[in-house]
């Protein structure tokens, strides 16, 4: 919540601003061949903001390369927002209209939509697996070249039964201080979500190392990495990470957990 990685606090308590939620909504999904064209068209659908919620997801073909792209957006209906327009909300965009799907959902539904999922992973035994996850937030102005040398180095079988993810940010809407944003006003997030099974540790570490390779690459580009996944990291590379807010964070620490015994694991200090 407050991007501190649990060094120094814990949330006991929050106030949220309550909105009002619609009955339904219409969710798209629309498909592209083009990495240039993807991520300018989500650019612009989040600059627009005629959606209320845009991610992109990427799948390999049929030779197992990475190519396969799709926006995934969401129109809220009554009471929340108007009834959706199809020719308003896709007006200007350049997907393959013959592969799009539209759907109108109940908003629970929309909300709960990975529950069949995650419990499909439960059965098959994979929910327990590895999870060397991959976030990465890219200076939009690069994220082109990025995104591109990335997936050329990616594999189905390094993906695994996982998902890759790509969308943009609107970087003046993230204001929590030790979120470590790219200087760009839309940065991209990519995550790479693999699984694998534990046993195999030699895959496990080699896919630590790929992580640690890709986040090297995007920070000598000025993007940083999002810390939910599992890029081998020392103290310095923390220190780096944090910059400017490394000596608020290492005082917060000192003050409020001297003993160091929230989220060790980390290795932070």
């Known amino acids: ?28 999904l629309l498909p592209y061949d083009d990495l240039r064209t993807f991520l300018d068209d989500q650019r612009r659908l989040v600059r627009d903001q005629r959606f209320s919620y845009v991610e992109g997801q990427i799948t390999p073909d049929a030779s197992g390369a990475f190519r396969g792209y799709a926006i995934e957006a969401v129109a809220y209906g009554p009471p929340a927002g108007s009834a959706p327009d199809d020719t308003v909300l896709l007006r200007g965009l350049r997907h393959n209209p013959s592969g799009a799907q539209i759907t109108d959902l109940g908003y629970y539904d929309f909300l709960d939509r990975l529950a069949p999922g995650v419990a499909a992973l439960k059965e098959a035994g994979l929910w327990s697996y590895a999870h060397p996850w ?58 790479v979500l693999r699984t694998t099974p534990p046993q195999d540790t030699a895959t496990v570490e080699r896919l630590l190392a790929a992580n640690r390779s890709a986040y090297d690459t995007v920070h000598a580009a000025g993007g940083t990495q999002y810390p939910v996944g599992s890029i081998p990291f020392g103290r310095a590379d923390w220190r780096r990470h944090f910059g400017p807010e490394w000596a608020r964070l290492a005082e917060a620490r000192t003050t409020y957990d001297p003993r160091g015994l929230l989220t060790p694991g980390q290795g932070i200090f």
């Open 1 to 28: 919540m407050l991007a501190g990685l649990g060094q120094c606090a814990v949330v006991v308590g929050a106030t949220v601003r309550l909105v009002r939620a619609p009955e339904t909504v219409r969710h798209y």
């Open 134 to 191: 991959l976030n990465l937030l890219l200076p939009g102005r690069r994220a082109v070249d990025l995104v591109g040398s990335l997936l050329d180095a990616l594999t189905p079988a390094d993906l695994g039964p996982g998902v890759v993810l790509l969308y943009p940010l609107l970087r003046d809407r993230l204001r929590t201080p030790l979120l470590r944003m790219p200087d760009d006003p839309v940065p991209y997030l990519f995550a």
